[in-house]
Antibody, heavy 127, light 111 residues
Framework: QLQLQESGPGLVKPSETLSLTCTVS??????????WGWIRQPPGKGLEWIGS???????YYNPSLKSRVTISVDRSKNQFSLNLSSVTAADTAVYYC???????????????????WGQGTLVTVSS | QSVLTQPPSVSGAPGQRVTISCTGT?????????VHWYQQLPGTAPKLLIY???NRPSGVPDRFSGSKSGTSASLAITGLQAEDEADYYC???????????FGGGTKLTVL
């Protein structure tokens, strides 16, 4: 059974960089055809896709966050990471990592849905 | 403001049928991109409920079903149970944003 687990600081100061890691167990992050993504949820609000990285290393970012986001993969540790720079209080949220899986007989990013999720980690931006 | 529009809340009595709508535009649902649905129980991570418009992952009861037409999609829940009380989110892909988008979420209350 695939499992994802987020880790990182729960408190980040304004203007600093938020850094989180997602550790994947029960499967390889290098398996072909999957995306690995980050999604966040501000307290009491809905879900917002942050960005995703393909198994090959190519990335997709939410245009509203693109200038501040970097997602990378460490295959040796079976992990992928999120860096979000210049954070403000508006970045306070529960951050989830998730696996994107493709619909069968479908090619390309539009074919993907998130089938496995981590439990989420709350990151608060405050001085 | 979410790209996909859902009603903030719906409610129903046990045993009843409820539907949750998800309205998009010509750059997402209307572009014939698939719609997926997630259930988020209080204090937990979202769980995949429906994928590819109308497919249920293993373990999801057949009381849950999805449909899509034009620029909209719907999630239907029949035989409503107390355990169905949760937030529900739709998700698709948007070509204008070149990325994945979610609806704002709908809170289901079982009366």
């Amino acid at each position: 059974q695939l499992q994802l687990q987020e880790s990182g600081p729960g408190l980040v100061k304004p203007s600093e960089t938020l850094s989180l890691t997602c550790t994947v167990s029960g499967g390889s992050i290098s398996s072909s055809s999957y995306y690995w993504g980050w999604i966040r949820q501000p307290p009491g609000k809905g879900l917002e896709w942050i960005g995703s990285i393909y198994y090959s290393g190519s990335t997709y970012y939410n245009p509203s966050l693109k200038s501040r986001v970097t997602i990378s993969v460490d295959r040796s540790k079976n992990q992928f990471s999120l860096n979000l720079s210049s954070v403000t209080a508006a970045d306070t949220a529960v951050y989830y990592c998730a696996r994107g899986s493709p619909m069968s007989s479908c090619i390309g990013a539009p074919c993907y849905y998130f089938d496995y999720w981590g439990q989420g980690t709350l990151v608060t931006v405050s001085s | 403001q979410s790209v996909l529009t859902q009603p903030p809340s719906v409610s129903g009595a046990p045993g009843q049928r409820v539907t949750i709508s998800c309205t998009g535009t010509s750059s997402n649902i209307g572009a014939d991109y698939d719609v997926h649905w997630y259930q988020q129980l209080p204090g937990t991570a979202p769980k995949l409920l429906i994928y590819g418009n109308n497919n249920r992952p293993s373990g999801v009861p057949d009381r849950f079903s999805g449909s899509k037409s034009g620029t909209s999609a719907s999630l239907a829940i029949t035989g409503l149970q107390a355990e169905d009380e949760a937030d529900y989110y739709c998700q698709s892909y948007d070509s204008s944003l070149s990325g994945w988008v979610f609806g704002g979420g709908t809170k289901l209350t079982v009366l």
